[in-house]
């Protein structure tokens, strides 16, 4: 059986309006999710919180209390895609590394597995409970804790570019990239903690623009448009 760490952007799921929540963007990576966990395949999912803040670009907030905002940012995007998740006929359950009251679960690897025994989409939510750690860092951990066969970033951008094409029109697009290229390169797929991560655990990753027809079950099929990372 097939296990995947889903990683979805923030912003992506804000759809055209950048902030928030589009509902129309969500029930359709719901309606792709559902397709796959019906194909036998396990699904956890990790969501970023740059729909709802990027504490960073402050100067005026403590880097710490910055970051535990964003922790709460992706609990609460966690929890209102799980609910999309669920009308569309799945289970699903919300966990974090640290204590919510009833509303999600604490985190634990045999929880985790536990709830995928019994078919459930589960979401990854409050980063890794600690500052200074990106959701890019707790995606990379928590699928090699879940042993995950391969890592799918969702993204607002197609696929891993030498520069930005937001600022530079004649970037070049890669079909295919080493981990080694990426870090050497300052790539920018995920942060250079995570990226290190990936590539002592040898997890490949799989990015595509989330805006594309189908994209989700694409890529976990083989069939898309994006950048597959090696760790080989």
């Known amino acids: 059986m097939k296990r995947i760490l889903l990683k979805l952007s923030g912003e992506a799921l804000a759809g055209d309006k950048h902030h928030g929540f589009d509902e129309p963007t969500v029930t359709v990576v719901a309606k792709q999710v ?75 690897k045999d929880r985790a597995n536990k709830y995928f025994a019994h078919n459930m989409v589960v979401f990854f939510a409050g980063g890794t409970g600690h500052p200074y750690f990106s959701t890019d860092t707790a995606t990379v951990l928590r699928a090699v804790e879940i042993e995950a066969d391969g890592i799918y970033l969702a993204k607002a951008i197609d696929g891993v570019y030498d520069s930005d094409p937001k600022v530079n029109p004649s ?39 989330l805006g594309e027809t189908n994209s ?7 069939q ?7 760790v080989d």
């Open 34 to 108: 559902k397709q796959l966990v019906d194909a036998g395949v396990q699904v956890g999912i990790v969501i970023g919180g740059g729909n709802f803040w990027r504490g960073r670009t402050s100067e005026t907030i403590d880097r710490t209390k910055a970051d535990q905002i964003g922790m709460l940012a992706t609990v609460m995007n966690c929890i209102y895609v799980s609910e999309i998740f669920r009308s569309v006929g799945m289970m699903t359950s919300v966990l974090t590394p640290f204590e919510c009251g009833s509303i999600t679960k604490l985190y634990s």
């Open 216 to 222: 989700i079950v694409n890529a976990v099929n083989g």
């Open 171 to 209: 970037a070049k697009k890669y079909d295919q990239v080493s981990i080694q290229e990426v870090i050497d390169k300052k790539l920018a797929v995920v942060d250079l903690t995570a990226s290190v991560m990936c590539m002592e655990n040898h997890i490949p990753m799989y990015v595509f623009g």
């Open 224 to 230: 898309f448009n994006g950048t597959v990372v090696t």
